[in-house]
């Protein structure tokens, strides 16, 4: 990924496109800023997982930051979050829609043996393993609550 993240900058720069430009150098520094904490904790660098874990922590911290732009009114700088979200966006995996995240519950419920509601946290870690990057899993928690009859 990181690779991707040096070619996909160049070619920005090659294309002028600033605004993409400016969204990828936020994720460069950003992993950078990941890279130094792994070595603070004996790594050499941060795991693709956490990776992913820095794109969708930007992800929503731009939402948050356009829906505030949004009621403050200042649509002008929501549009520009809502940019730097959609390149962001595009180096994540693909999002599950609901039908898919729903059968995605199903099997880690029975892959689990989960039954009663106390063991939800054991359905969402069997999610979290599988399926990192590809869910939102503050919505998926509440289909699992749902699921499991709570």
């Known amino acids: ?19 993409r430009l400016g ?25 693709p997982d ?7 922590k930007m992800v929503k911290q731009r939402q948050e930051s356009a829906e505030v732009y949004d009621k403050g009114g200042r649509p002008e700088l929501a549009e520009s979050e809502r940019a730097e979200i959609a390149v962001i966006s595009s180096f994540l995996p ?16 029975s892959a689990v043996g989960a039954a009663p509601m106390k063991e939800m946290g054991k359905v969402v870690a069997e ?18 609550k749902a699921a499991l009859g709570g």
Do not use: C, H, N
Request: hydrophobic share 45%; proline share 1%.
């Open 1 to 19: 990924m990181r690779q991707q993240f040096t070619e996909e900058m160049k070619a920005a720069m090659k294309a002028g496109d600033k605004p």
């Open 23 to 47: 969204a990828i150098r936020l994720i460069i520094a950003a992993l950078k800023e990941k890279d130094i904490e792994a070595r603070g904790a004996g790594r050499t660098e941060a795991s």
């Open 50 to 56: 956490e990776i992913l874990g820095v794109l969708q």
């Open 94 to 109: 693909k999002q599950m829609d609901e039908a898919e995240v729903k059968v995605a519950i199903a099997a880690a419920i």
């Open 127 to 144: 999610l979290r393993g599988k399926y990192a990057g590809q869910m939102d899993f503050g919505k998926a928690s509440g289909l699992v």
